[in-house]
């Protein structure tokens, strides 16, 4: 198991201490890491397919207002 380091601001460790005081304050620590990994991770694939999504938008064929109105009126009553 490694050991690691932060320095946080003492406002920030007392109000930890107060909400997990009793509480294995490295298996806290543990699960957010893998927390903002996992949500790292979930952010990294989002953009990509955000990009994905733009890139494909840009080879959409065009149409005019006129063109859809008309699908749209086709086949109706």
């Not at 201490?17 to 790292?40: C, H, P, T, W, Y």
């Not at 989002?46 to 990009?51: C, D, Q």
Request: hydrophobic content about 40%; aromatic content about 6%; proline content about 4%.
């Amino acid at each position: 198991m490694a050991t690691v380091n932060f320095s946080v601001p003492d406002e920030v460790k007392a109000e930890f201490d107060e909400a997990f005081g009793d509480q294995n304050k490295s298996s806290i620590i543990a699960e957010l890491m893998r927390r903002a990994v996992r949500e790292r991770h979930l952010r990294i694939r989002r953009e990509r397919l955000f990009r994905q999504l733009s890139s494909a938008r840009g080879n959409r064929p065009s149409f005019t207002r006129a063109e859809v109105r008309r699908a749209r009126a086709a086949g109706r009553p």
